[in-house]
């Protein structure tokens, strides 16, 4: 069973910048790919960032770029994103997930398998 532990999300000025953190409870070789999803209020779930913790390969929404970096620590089985000039509209709770025995960055969430808990992250303008 693999478990995602979340941490770092939290209210913030837009302009502002947060640190978002998703640990792992299994090697990295069978949760090679790692995504960071979001879900507004009334909307659908959609991708953020993504990594092969392999290769080190990214992949990022278009909303995004530029502005949130997403990392690994494959010593501490950790994930994280780094959230910089954040916005009104990055407001979300925020989910990292991950994908079993794959290689490719997907965008789809139903492609993921785990979940972590969900982190509010919330900017007000």
């Known amino acids: 069973q693999v478990q995602l532990v979340e941490s770092g999300g939290g209210l913030v000025q837009a302009g502002g910048s947060l640190r978002l953190s998703c640990a792992v409870s299994?090697?990295?070789?069978?949760?090679?790919?790692m995504g960071w999803f979001r879900q507004a209020p009334g909307k659908e779930r959609e991708f953020v960032a993504g990594i092969n913790r392999r290769d080190g390969n990214t992949n990022y929404a278009d909303s995004v770029k530029g502005r949130f970096t997403i990392s690994r620590d494959n010593a501490k089985n950790t994930v994280y994103l780094q959230m910089n000039s954040l916005k009104s509209e990055d407001t979300a709770v925020y989910y990292c997930?991950?994908?079993?025995?794959?290689?490719?960055?997907?965008?789809?969430?139903?492609?993921?398998?785990?979940w972590g808990q969900g982190n509010q992250v919330t900017v007000s303008s």
């Open positions: 997930a991950a994908r079993l025995y794959a290689e490719v960055v997907t965008t789809t969430p139903n492609t993921y398998h785990y």
């Open positions: 299994v090697r990295t070789s069978s949760t090679t790919v």
